[in-house]
Structure formats: C-alpha cells, structure tokens
C-alpha cells in the first residue's frame, strides 16, 4: 500500500526522471513488500541507496532484505523513510517533508470553501475579482524568473533550471501553472498527479502585484482542477510539525497551507541503516568534521 502522502515517489515516472538527472534508479520487490531505490554518491568513492518514503508494504520484511541487497551493492547504508519506524535505524537529517495537509477533494467546491480560513477565503475571492487569470500548462520559461526572485528573497533554495525543465519533460503527470495579471506570471506552482492524488511540490512568486493575492486563487484553481478530473486529495507536501517553535523556517508557509483546511499526515521521518559499521563511521566523521569546519 502506497503512503499516504508521496506516493509518487514511487512512480515510475518519477524514476525515469531521477534517472534523467543523472542518478541511478533500481525498482526492487519482495514478497509483501516494494522500493524505489536511488544510489547517492559519497566521497572515497563510496555510496548509499536512499528510499524515498519508503520502502512500501511490510516494512520489517523488507529492512531484512533490502540491507542483504544493499551489502551485495556495496552500499555503506539505506536511507529510508518509511511510515513506521524500522529497528537498527539512526535518526537523519529529512530530505522529505516528515509532516503535511492533504485536503479533501471529495468535498463539493462549496464546503471546500466554507472550510478555508476566513483570511484565505477572502483573499481567493479578492484575487477573482480583481480578474487574476490561470493557466495549467504554463511554459517554464515564462515562470522562471519567478523561482530566481523568490530565491533572492530568501524564501527557499532552488533547484538549477534544467531540474524543472527535466522534470516537466519526463513525466507527463507534472504540470506547471501560473497566475497571470495585466498580462504578466506573478505566480507559480508545479505539482504531479498520482493515484488520486494531486501533490504540490515547487512554487514562486514575483515581488509586483503581491497585493491581489495570487497564489491563494492559484492554488485554488490547482484544487478545483485536480477535482475536475476526479483526484481525491490535494496534497501540500510540507508544513512545520505541530509543535514546532514560532520562529521555525516553515512558519509562514505553514500558515498559509493551514489556511486552506485539511488533515495533517505525520511519518516519523528520515532513518540511516548501517550496512557497513566502518564505513558508516567514516561517513559520519566526514560529516562531523564538516559542520566543524
């Protein structure tokens, strides 16, 4: 059974397009049990198999022979993410979002709308009236500049163009939109569909016009759309856990995704399983030694 929040992750789709990328994708199964394994590299000409919210199925069944797997590749651990906690597992540093809102497609447009939180209501509104557009097949030179500005506020980290331009390219089910006024992208959001399931996963926004409020009524219409086509669940990949601080980096995005209304998914998070003890210490040294320099 697919996780409830990123179940693309196990898509083929999403392998050929990390494949695309340049990274090595092996798709292994047992009985009971799945996993999408990507080979990253490590200094000394060293490596590990990362699972991206996984494995899927039995978990303990598949810990047993992913690690005989992973010690016939050579690997120096697995890391996994798996929806429930796994033994002889080191807690990591997340790479997928541990905790987030899925939204309830299933819902007429008319509750989904009484459910938003009053503020973000008003401003999906004040964005319709104010005639902002969009479109669900944008074209990622447009929206571009979007990720660079928002970048440059500090906001988030972006990937290299040719990250997006590989991922719209390799999987039909990505699709890019953006919100237009006065005839100019202010916003933008990427997502995939998968199994139901519509995950937002990359947006950005530029610095003029903020004042209509167009990534409310953007992802508004990646919702009403996702329904359009009969997914179930709108998923927004990604909010601080519940008792994060206020300070914490997500706080604002946090914020704004809760605004919409939905069901918070937590996993317990990212794991290392050693496969080789000294290579995994040498691993960790270089990493200790890194943060100290």
């Known amino acids: 059974m697919l996780p409830a929040s990123g179940g693309f992750l196990h898509s083929w789709g999403w392998g050929e397009f990390q494949s695309s990328v340049g990274r090595k994708v092996e798709r292994v199964a047992g009985v009971g049990w799945a996993a999408q394994l990507i080979t990253m590299p490590l200094p000394l000409k060293m490596s590990y198999l990362y699972c991206?919210?996984?494995?899927?199925?039995d978990?303990?069944?598949?810990?047993f022979e992913l690690i005989e797997y992973a010690r016939a590749q050579r690997a120096v651990f697995l890391r996994v993410e798996p929806c429930e906690y796994v033994a002889h597992a080191v807690e990591s540093s997340p790479i997928q979002p541990s905790d987030t809102l899925i939204t309830d497609l299933t819902k007429?447009?008319?509750?989904?709308?009484?459910?938003?939180?009053?503020?973000?209501r008003y401003n999906v509104r004040l964005a319709e009236r104010k005639g902002v557009e969009v479109t669900m097949h944008a074209a990622f030179d447009r929206v571009w500049p979007l990720f660079e500005t928002t970048a440059h506020r500090g906001d988030f980290r972006v990937h290299p163009a040719s990250y997006y331009y590989e991922l719209l390219k390799t999987n039909p089910s990505v699709i890019c939109a953006e919100a237009m006024f006065a005839g100019e992208a202010i916003a933008t959001a990427i997502a995939i569909d998968f199994e139901?399931?519509?995950?937002?996963?990359?947006?950005?926004?530029g610095d003029r016009h903020r004042n209509v409020m167009a990534p409310f009524f953007l992802h508004w219409a990646l919702m009403k759309d996702a329904k359009a086509k009969g997914l179930k669940a709108y998923d927004w990949w990604g909010i601080a856990?519940?008792?994060?601080?206020?300070?914490?980096?997500?706080?604002g995005i946090t914020r704004f995704k809760l605004g919409f209304d939905?069901?918070?998914?937590?996993?317990?998070g990212t794991f290392d399983v050693?496969?080789?003890?000294?290579?995994?210490?040498?691993?960790?040294l270089g990493r200790m030694?890194?943060?100290?320099g």
């Open 289 to 292: 030694i890194r943060r100290i």
């Open 241 to 251: 856990p519940v008792d994060a601080p206020a300070d914490h980096s997500w706080s």
């Open 52 to 57: 991206p919210k996984g494995p899927i199925g």
């Open 108 to 120: 007429a447009e008319e509750a989904l709308l009484a459910a938003m939180h009053e503020k973000t």
């Open 274 to 284: 050693p496969v080789s003890s000294i290579g995994y210490q040498v691993y960790r």
């Open 196 to 205: 139901g399931t519509r995950t937002y996963l990359h947006g950005a926004s």
């Open 59 to 63: 978990a303990e069944r598949a810990m």
């Open 262 to 268: 939905g069901t918070r998914v937590s996993v317990p």
